[in-house]
């Protein structure tokens, strides 16, 4: 790659990019309470309004520990609605867990990284310093990307063992791993 190609202007291709998913993710969560509503006269459940939750702050662009949280806490509700078994339950219920404590986590390390917080956003202040920034924003990702695959392949074995013809579990197999390619994309614009 060329310098001259770093220097360019990508932004209207990133826009393009950020608009497409922002429609994607909208139009899901959408059509997902079209289903429950009018599809299954059912009415929205607590991962339902997660979803719609973890969206508006997503679009919103605000706290993005937030959004990767609720995201995986209401893939992890959809499973345990899912799937009944007791073990099942237990690695879902200690998964929600560590989800809630490495997002609690993240959001006081992001804002207790510098002391007093405020200069956080006002380096004006003098006898003020911070941790490394650089350090935290490469090893933060890790635990969010560990709990992505562990969310994304704890349904598999159990989908697996549903009893339906093969063809239908490939099928609910890629349904599980096309959304968790959608949640991967989603949280990387």
Not at 19 to 25: D, H, V, Y
Request: proline share 5%; aromatic share 12%; hydrophobic share 55%.
């Amino acid at each position: 790659m060329a310098v001259e190609d770093l220097k360019e202007n990508h932004d209207s291709e990133i826009y393009g990019i950020v608009i497409t998913f922002m429609i994607l993710a909208i139009t899901a969560v959408a059509l997902r309470f079209f289903t429950v509503i009018k599809l299954r006269s059912q009415k929205p459940v607590l991962d339902d309004y997660m979803m719609a939750v973890s969206l508006l702050i997503y679009t919103l662009s605000l706290l993005q520990p937030c959004t990767l949280a609720l995201t995986k806490l209401a893939v992890l509700r959809l499973f345990h609605q899912i799937f009944t078994t007791r073990p099942f339950r237990l690695a879902i219920n200690m998964m929600a867990v560590v989800v809630v404590l490495w997002w609690f986590g993240n959001f006081f390390a992001d804002m207790l990284i510098c002391i007093p917080v405020n200069y956080n956003w006002d380096q004006t202040i003098l006898h003020a310093h911070c941790g490394n920034h650089r350090l935290l924003y490469i090893v933060t990702p890790i635990p969010w990307i560990v709990t992505d695959l562990t969310v994304l392949v704890l349904p598999l074995p159990m989908a697996w063992g549903l009893q339906m013809p093969r063809k239908q579990k490939v099928a609910l197999l890629g349904v599980f791993l096309l959304g968790g390619l959608y949640v991967e994309s989603k949280k990387n614009i």
